[in-house]
């Protein structure tokens, strides 16, 4: 068994085993005392997890490779939809959807007409219910402000990962975010037609390139803490 | 995929809670069955966040931002980000050049939108650009062949200006050149002057002579024979002609009948016969005396001879070697000119001759 950083993407949530002819995935357990494990209150053996997890897979789409995408993509889905909600634990409540989806889907797989994609969503509501209803009853502080403490180092991790892009997005990036009002209005439509693009495919492709670049600088920013540390720890 | 787009208006009232659950209901459906959705629900946060750092938002978006959108921590994470990414967007400073990429940026989408039109205009700027190669080629060219002309007329002028300094210096030579002839006829008048005074010392030499026993020569008598001398020892014979023919009805004639013509005698020994040919006009600058014998070829003759004074008479010296002449009928044939006029036939000078 290797831990893969695979196309299906399941490293944070399970694993594949990529050394077999037809790679298999599993799933590692939700972590206990959380809030979503106070909600579902679920403790089913570890077997039969497995397996419905499979028939989910199976459900989502016959082809593995296929079924994992569409997996990966759901739960990002899910995680969108409850930040868009105000939920602090969005992935939190995504897994439970998921979870609740699975232990469902031997029953739903076969009489289920539609998309599954809607199905899912019809569970996020129910959980997302079943969240509001506790959080009233938890009434959770809000989140602490923002520490801005760390703005040099991440500044400076930004313009290096700025310079590590290709020169091509790097061009597109400035070029896309220098103006402002009508004329970045103006410029992006200028931008679009020039690439041949619609304005939401170059939306896209710009807003994957600052997400590349918003994970490549708080990576660099750890990496640096991380030095910082270690450091700290041999003097003292 | 749903066919429905939600646009970016719709997506920020969503992103800050500000629809109806109904219209919740309905992106989130479009968030989870729509391939782009996730994209760009994620570039109007984006979006929201750079609005929000530049204070784009009016008190109920701040409001709705703060309370609703900046709950989740990935979303403060962005927000951090964002600072920063302003931060280094701000620092950019956009270059000059910004307006003219623009112009042809926009060009170049006309034309992905209009291909045809795109190979026209592409197609006429390769024309142009060819055509102006080739202008530019035939200009240069011209302006080669006018410098070429222009030299070549330059050339020419210089060319007929040395021509005429040239010619000038021929006529300054020219002119020297009849000084000098000036000087030469000087001279040879002078020489003649010398010679008349030779004359005259022959003169009277020979009339010195006649006084003696032994005369050297014969005046020569225009209505008798002379006789011929009688010294076998004279040296130099002299005889006085004159003119012996006249123009009559333009036919050249003899003026005497042959028993009028005189006659000279001329010994063996003598070595020189001096005539004297009397002129009645002197008209030229210079004769020319020609011996004609009784076949009427030219025996001798003597050129550039000058008039002379001999007694009050103009007359031409003729010198003539003795061995120049054998017993018969002779005449000496004068032509005369002026300056560069060519020869003219004066008159003849008839006699018989008769060696002794």
Redesign the interface.
Known sequence: MTTVPSKLGFQSRGQCNADQSTPTCTRSKHRKGTALSVISGNDEPEDLDKQRFEQLLRWLDPDRETAGAKYELIRKRLIKLFVCRGVDVPEELADETINRVTRKVHEICATYVGKPEHYFHGVANNIHLEWIRKKRAQVAPPPPPPVNEDDERRFACLERCVNKLPKADRDLVLGYYQDEKHAKIDHRKQMAEQMGLGMNALRIRLCRIRASLQSCAEQCCNENLTKQNETKHHLY | MQAE?IDERTLRK??L?DLSPQECEKI??W???DD????????AE?DLI?DSL?SKLNRVERHQFKA?F????????????G???K???DG?R?GPAKKQS?FW??L???F??TPALGYAFYTLLTLMTVGGTWSTFKLVDLQRELRFTNAQIANLSTQRAADLQEQSAQFVDLSKERDVYRFQLNDSRSSSKKLEAQIRTLERTISSLKTSSEPVSIPVDLTRSIPPPESPTQMLATYNLFPGISRSAGTVAMARTSSSIPTIGIFANSRLVQFFLRLFIDAYDTYRAALVGSAGDEVWSSGRLVTTMVESNKVLVVLVPAKAFSSGNYSFRLTGSSSSQPLENITSYYFRVVSQ
């Open positions: 787009t969503y992103l809670g989130e459906g968030l989870m069955s782009e959705a996730y994209d760009l629900l994620v570039a984006d750079d530049r609703r900046l709950v989740a921590p990935e979303r403060l994470e962005k927000l951090d980000f600072r920063s990414f931060r280094y967007i950019l956009p623009y940026g926009t170049t989408g006309y992905n939108r």
